[in-house]
Every structure is written in structure tokens, then in C-alpha cells.
């Protein structure tokens, strides 16, 4: 028996005077596709053109065993698991029966112009048995290339990277979506086979997936890269209550290379989730319009000690903090850039609240006395101001202290056994984790419009939101799943977009996009260097692609504070960054621990303060240079020779990126200097 869902044209003009008309699939159906239910085998190929895209079997699924012990099984006959077909029109229903087990779903396939969505609706999930199943893997390998064979794998973490089919030692590596920046930002991943492609997107359950990279694996040493959803993650807990669906978008030949992937799903992002690019917003907003063509700073201005020997502080015990710099030290800094003639900049104040940077969160107010106190602070917002630059916040809705005065247990993240769920330790001490549902009623509520009467405006930054994955909360006063917890980063953010013009976060988990204009940095090179993986080739802006001409970004933290002519400097502009700039990012008392960059800016003398900012005018000279990119889509990326670069725009122009230390001509004659880049326009 086979379920299919498209024929070839003869074969449907031959029979289409035999069979009702509502038994074929839509006009614009551009997919032929099949699944024999006697070998639980899908084929998909586009209709035009293309070669077949083959998964032997429909999914897998691991569980625990009615004694607790963990196994895994594949929903084919031979597991014992049956599977009736049901037909519709440009549609087939699978239902999965594993009677030993009393476990039953239903997987669902319709297609629609060359996107064949696959559905498990969680309503459908049936346990009868003691048996609880804990994920559950759609299409494993599906549409695998073996040892070899022409192409890659297209892999969303990171910025991106290409694994390709060959040279691989045989392993599945798993990679989570949106639990770090480290790992996937994005529900996408793709492959790319000669001249087709698929580009995967999962559009319901992403908070809970996580994907299956194959390499050189099994005797047929296939790669493929799949996705796999946690229903649960213990067997007591209550099982995923959204539904599972990804759709593979199957690219014509001219969109089949990760470009294409990348595309297919900023698509999705205008059609689907209703992203808006930057030029629309900045448009609406005055504060996000100047926040795009200036050079962002932060000042650190103060902090305790990072680490510090009691991490459970109490007023009595609690260490002094250390002061870089006050609000009139920041009112010099402002003065110098604009001697210097930076005409554009958007001073980020790191640690004005209570106890300074990580002190006494959630408790914000009132502003730090060691720095100045609230008079100081506004007055140097209207200095700032009065000079033609934005002055904003920093602020954080994650993390709690038991320092704080409004400190209690009942709002914080809890784990499965009813315990607070622990962050780090940092200049509070030991950091908990806040359940976001709580900070955006209890705190965001409270204290954003606070911080906005202070005068602050622009791109006003709340720490963490973007950059850790949603986590569930297993108080029951405020039970919270990840999507749930994802949906609350949201509504704190757009509250803050709505009160001060414009919003930024820490990374680019993107699930926070509806509602963010900046981020920080995309990449991990400091924790976690992705060219380093075992599976990975080549890496490319797979995310800019996405996400260039909607947010605002610097590529990495090791590019903080880099200068013109620096490799990271260099690689910021290739990926279409714009530069950070950070006075007193390193404040670890252990200095190899520290993040942020190479160098640090610090303002100890004058003379150092006007040598800092006569480096930072070069960066803001690049800026100005391409800040009308901004507002463009990336259309493409590729290598012209060793260690040269171009990156091409939605408006016709080109940046040209050289690494080498000789000069490199283009076919047109133009000359790209050494360690520098050359913008062409059309």
C-alpha cells in the first residue's frame, strides 16, 4: 500500500478521467511525493526537476521502560509498532500504534507548493501503558547523502557552518535549539545535494528540539542532519502539551546552496512570524533611526568583586564596590568623543542601579550612591543629550540576590524537586534564576518606567534575555514551560521597546526577534570556537543572511574593542557587524576569565582617555562609511580568492574584505587594501 500525493503529469491527465477530481492534490502542488506504508518510507522530489530525497522510516522514539530504565525504538513494523494510512487530498494521515508499549500517535503530511509539512498534534500523543516516552525524532537521516558525495550539510549554529560529506569520523552530534547561543539560535537546518536542497524549518515545538547532526554513520556512512523533540524530561514530569511540526521547503536548483536556506527562512519570518526589517522600524522610531548609525559604547562604571568569598551577601557582609568610573567621570568621556568629533554614539550606563553592575538584582532603585547618586546620573543623561548623543540603560530581569531588599524565593525559577534553580556568581554573589513570567509582571512593570523617567532613551539593553534559552518553572504557583518562558522574554523586551524607542539583549536566540532591535554578539569564539567542531568545514553567515537588515549586531565578544586592520575587526564588517565599543568590559579579578575582547578601554588619565577615543574615531569613520547597509538584506557571501571576501547587499553594493597583507585587485581594477576592506558601490 503507498499513500501518494503527486504524479507526474501524463499520469495525471491519463487518469484524471477515471478518478474524482478531489482525489489529486492542488493545482500548484510542486511536489511528488510517497510514503509506502509497507516499508514506512518517504519519497519526495520537486516536480520539475530534482533528484529523490529518500527516509527509510517515519521516526523514532525513546522512552522509559515501565521499570525506568531508558530505551530507544524506531516506529517501523519490526519494533512492533503499527501504521495505518489514511489518504486526503494532498495529504496522508499515519497512525502509529505500539500496542506492547500502549503507546499511539499521529504523524501528519500535506504539502503545499514545494513545502511538505509534517505534524504531530500533541492532543494525538497517547500513553496507556507504565511506559512514558521521552523524545521523539522526525524522519531520522531523511534524505541522506553518503561518504563522498557532492554537497553539505547547512547547520544554524552559531552564525553558521557547512559540514561536508566527506572526511569525517562516524558519530551524531546534538545540537540544542535555543538553550545557548553556543548551539542553534535558529529552528533551521539544511542540506544541500548537488543541484537540490531542503531547507528545514520547525515552526511548532522548536523551544524543545534539538537536531541530529549524522557524519560518515552506519555501513551505508551516511551525513544527514535531523530534527528530535523532548516530550519530557523525567518520566514523573507532564508531556509536551505543543505540537510538533517542521516544514521541509524543497529548493529549486537556482536557491539550493545554504544562501537559499538562509533565505527561505527570513521568508518565513516576514510571511509567517511577521518580522519587520529595521528600516520599517527605524522609520516609527527617532531613538532606533540614531541608534543604527551610531557607535554603540558601554561604560562599566561600577562593580564588587567577581569572585568574591561570601556568596550569600547580607547588608552586613556585603563588599564594597569597586568604582571605575562615575557619572561625572562619564560626562568627561562624553566631552572627549565629542572634542574628537564622533558626532554620533550611544553611551550604555553598565551598573548605575543599587550595588552597581550584577549587585542587588532584582532591586534597581535607588541609583548608586557611589557613583554619584540619581542627580549626578541625570544630569549626565542631559549632558549627554545636550551634545547630540543617546544615553541608555542597562538593567536585568534574570538574575536575583539574597542581597536585595525585595529578595524572596517565591519568585524565582524552581527545578523539578521544588529547589530555586541557580545562575552564577557574580558581583551580587550567588546569582538565582528569576521565573520570567514573575520578572515581567512583578519587576519589568515596576521598574522600566522608573528607568525611563530618569531621561534615559535610545536602545535600552536588559542583560541575558536573549543569549540563555528558555527554561521551564516547576513552582506551582507560576508553572511555566519554555515556550511559555520565551513568551515572557518577549513581553519584557516590547515593553521596553515601547517606553524607550528601542530594545537590546545579549545574544541572538531569536525567538526574542519580534521584539528586539540589537544584540551583542552572535558567535562563542571565547567558549566554544565553532570551526573547531568535529563536523564542521567551512563557517558562513548563515544567520546575518536571516537577520542582516532586521537587527542590529556585533559578530563576536572576541571582536569587542578590536581596531581597523585587526582580523576580528575585519570579520565583523565580512558579517556585517557593527563595532562594539566597551570601557571596563574586563572586571574579573581572575584577568584570563575575562570575555570581552583583546583590549579594554579604561579612562584613568586624560592623555589615555583622548588615546582611547583617537582609536575609536577610526572605527566610527568605518561606521559612517557603511551605515546605510544596515537597513539592507545580505544577498550573498563568497570567497573571490585566499583570504578575501564579498558580501553583497540587497541595495547593489558590495564590500570587498581583504585579510592579506598585499593589496588585491579586482577584475575591475579597484584595489582592496591589505588588512582592510573596499566598499563598491553600483
Known amino acids: 500500500m503507498r499513500c501518494t500525493r503527486q504524479l507526474s503529469l501524463p499520469v495525471l491527465l491519463l487518469v484524471s478521467a477515471l478518478i474524482p477530481r478531489s482525489a489529486w492534490p492542488a493545482d500548484d502542488g510542486n511536489l511528488i511525493w510517497q510514503i509506502d506504508a509497507q516499508t514506512e518510507r518517504l519519497t519526495v522530489r520537486r516536480f ?7 527516509g527509510d522510516r517515519l521516526a523514532e522514539v525513546t522512552y522509559w521502560d515501565a521499570a525506568g530504565a531508558e530505551r530507544s525504538q524506531p516506529l517501523t513494523r519490526d519494533a512492533g509498532w503499527t501504521i495505518d494510512c489514511q489518504a486526503a487530498a494532498n495529504a496522508s494521515q499515519m497512525v502509529c500504534r505500539q500496542g506492547e508499549l500502549g503507546f499511539s500517535l499521529r504523524l501528519s503530511f500535506s504539502a503545499a507548493g514545494d513545502v511538505l509539512t ?3 498534534p500533541a492532543e494525538d500523543v497517547a500513553e496507556t501503558g507504565a511506559a512514558r516516552l521521552k523524545t521523539l525524532r522526525l524522519l531520522p537521516r531523511f534524505g541522506a547523502a553518503s561518504e563522498g558525495d ?6 544554524a549554529q552559531q552564525s553558521g557552518a557547512l559540514c561536508r560529506f566527506r572526511d569525517k569520523r562516524p558519530a551524531e552530534h546534538w545540537i540544542q535549539v535555543y538553550q545557548s547561543i553556543c548551539a542553534c539560535p535558529m529552528p533551521l537546518f539544511g542540506m544541500i545535494r548537488g543541484g537540490s536542497g531542503v531547507a528545514g524549518i520547525v515552526t511548532s515545538g522548536q523551544y524543545d528540539a534539538r537536531f541530529c547532526v549524522s557524519t560518515n554513520w552506519g555501513p551505508q556512512r551516511q551525513y544527514a542532519i535531523d530534527p528530535a523533540f523532548t516530550l519530557r524530561s523525567f518520566p514523573q514530569e507532564d508531556s509536551l502539551a505543543d505540537d510538533l511540526t517542521v516544514e521541509y521547503h524543497f529548493l529549486p536548483a537556482a536557491e539550493a546552496s545554504w544562501l537559499g536556506v538562509g533565505k527561505r527562512y527570513r521568508q518565513y519570518n516576514v510571511t509567517r512570524r511577521g518580522i519587520r526589517p529595521l528600516r520599517e522600524r527605524a522609520t516609527a522610531s527617532p531613538g532606533l533611526a540614531y541608534s543604527a548609525q551610531a557607535l554603540q559604547v558601554r561604560i562599566r562604571l561600577g562593580v564588587k568583586p567577581v569572585p568574591y568569598e561570601i556568596t550569600e551577601q547580607t547588608p552586613e557582609t556585603e563588599p564594597p564596590m569597586q568604582v571605575f568610573c562615575t557619572f561625572a567621570q562619564v560626562r568627561d568621556i562624553v566631552d572627549e568623543f565629542h572634542r574628537q568629533g564622533i558626532t554620533g554614539a550611544e553611551f550604555c550606563l553598565v551598573g548605575w542601579n543599587r550595588g552597581g ?6 532591586q534597581i532603585f535607588p541609583v548608586e550612591p557611589a557613583l554619584g547618586g540619581e542627580a549626578e546620573l541625570r544630569a549626565t543623561i542631559r549632558h549627554g543629550q545636550s551634545l547630540g548623543y543617546q544615553v541608555v540603560a542597562h538593567d536585568n530581569y534574570y538574575d536575583a540576590y539574597r542581597i536585595a531588599e525585595d529578595w524572596s524565593e517565591e519568585y524565582l525559577r524552581k527545578k523539578p524537586d521544588g529547589q530555586p534553580e541557580k545562575g552564577g556568581v557574580w558581583g551580587g554573589g550567588q546569582s ?3 521565573c520570567l513570567a514573575c520578572a515581567a509582571e512583578r519587576f519589568a512593570q515596576r521598574d522600566l518606567p522608573r528607568i525611563r523617567a530618569l531621561g534615559f532613551e535610545g536602545a535600552h539593553y536588559s542583560d541575558v534575555l536573549s543569549i540563555i534559552g528558555p527554561r521551564p518553572c516547576y513552582d506551582p504557583r507560576h508553572p511555566q514551560t519554555r515556550r511559555q518562558d520565551a513568551a515572557a522574554t518577549v513581553q519584557i523586551l516590547a515593553r521596553a521597546r515601547e517606553l524607550f524607542g528601542g530594545v537590546q539583549s545579549e545574544g541572538s536566540l531569536d525567538f526574542a526577534v519580534p521584539a528586539l532591535d540589537r544584540l551583542l554578539y552572535i558567535d562563542c569564539d571565547k567558549w566554544s570556537p565553532l570551526a573547531k567542531k568535529p563536523y564542521v ?3 558562513v553567515p548563515l544567520y546575518e543572511i536571516v537577520y542582516h537588515g532586521v537587527l542590529l549586531y556585533n559578530l563576536s565578544t572576541e571582536v569587542v574593542n578590536a581596531l581597523p586592520g585587526e582580523a576580528g575587526y575585519l570579520r565583523n564588517i565580512e558579517y556585517g557587524g557593527t563595532p562594539l565599543a566597551y570601557f571596563y568590559g574586563h572586571f574579573l579579578q581572575d584577568k584570563s576569565k575575562n570575555w570581552l575582547g583583546q583590549r579594554d578601554y579604561r579612562y584613568d588619565d586624560a592623555d589615555g582617555l583622548e588615546q582611547a577615543v583617537a582609536g575609536l574615531r577610526r572605527v566610527f569613520d568605518d561606521i559612517q562609511r557603511l551605515k546605510h547597509l544596515q537597513t539592507e538584506s545580505i544577498e550573498s557571501h563568497r570567497q573571490l580568492a585566499d583570504d578575501v571576501f564579498e558580501t553583497a547587499y540587497s541595495n547593489g553594493h558590495r564590500v570587498v574584505v581583504n585579510y592579506n597583507e598585499q593589496t588585491f585587485l579586482l577584475p575591475t581594477g ?13
Do not use: F, M
Open 48 to 54: 520539475e526537476d530534482g533528484p529523490e530525497w529518500q
Open 118 to 120: 509534517v505534524n504531530v
Open 150 to 155: 557532492e554537497g553539505y550539510l547547512a547547520i
Open 357 to 362: 553592575h550584577d549587585g542587588r538584582y532584582p
Open 432 to 434: 538565582y534564576k528569576v
Open 537 to 539: 568545514d567551512t563557517c
Open 670 to 682: 579597484q584595489s582592496v587594501p591589505p588588512r582592510g576592506y573596499l566598499l563598491v558601490e553600483r
